[in-house]
């Protein structure tokens, strides 16, 4: 039974991780394949992890099998968020067929702060009507 | 049956290293090759985590935690060097 269960661990942890890696071959830009890859390799990896955990059933591997899993979830969402972050600010062009870009003409590109445009200081963001 | 789980978690597992080394050539800019590298970190966490379930051999999660703390700090030392002192992709 525990086989059976760390197995079904083992292979949708796998299989997590080759949507991720096949998102990061088939996403177009650096955005979407950081959204994919952070997520489902994350998600794989602690579903491995968790089966590591069920396999040996010990205090001692349980508890550095969830400290891994602790350790990816606190780091993963830092380290994309610098990743993305930095990306922008290197100039890194988004998909042609991207929507909108709200970051675009509000950061400084010297001192890398973010603010509002000039034009929309005067008026304040209440009066106009959201769309 | 078991056996045959953890060769199909290989196999799903090597697949995902080569399609990440694939983007890691392809590129096109160095933050794109800073996510592969962050994926094939997770990958081999992954890789851990089926040895040491199929050797028996308990030490080598703590291999898996510093890797984890490894591929962050890497990746948060990319990230500096890019936004501090890298060049701009659309200069």
């Known amino acids: ?131 | 049956m078991f056996e045959i789980a953890i060769i199909v978690a290989n196999v799903l597992l090597s697949i995902s290293l080569v399609l990440g080394f694939w983007r890691l050539y392809l590129g096109p800019t160095l933050p794109d090759r800073v996510v592969a590298l962050e994926l094939i970190a997770s990958l081999t966490i992954g890789f851990i985590a089926v040895y040491v379930i199929s050797s028996g051999r308990t030490p080598f999660i703590d291999v898996a935690m510093v890797l984890a703390l490894t591929a962050f700090l890497a990746a948060i030392g990319f990230a500096r060097y890019l936004e501090k002192g890298g060049h701009r992709e659309d200069d």
């Open chain 1, 1 to 131: 039974m525990i086989e059976l269960i760390t197995g079904f661990f083992l292979v949708s942890g796998a299989a997590f991780m080759v949507v991720a890696a096949l998102g990061l071959v088939r996403m177009p830009d650096l955005p979407m394949r950081l959204h994919a890859t952070t997520k489902a390799g994350v998600l794989g990896a602690g579903l491995m992890m968790v089966g590591v955990a069920i396999y040996f059933g010990e205090g001692g591997v349980t508890a550095r099998a969830v400290a891994v899993i602790g350790f990816l979830l606190l780091t993963a969402p830092v380290a994309a968020h610098a990743i993305g972050r930095a990306g922008y600010f290197v100039g890194v062009p988004l998909w042609e067929r991207t929507r909108s870009d709200e970051l675009k003409g509000r950061y400084d590109e010297k001192t890398h702060t973010l603010a509002s445009p000039p034009e929309m200081n005067e008026s304040s963001p209440d009066d106009e009507p959201r769309r």
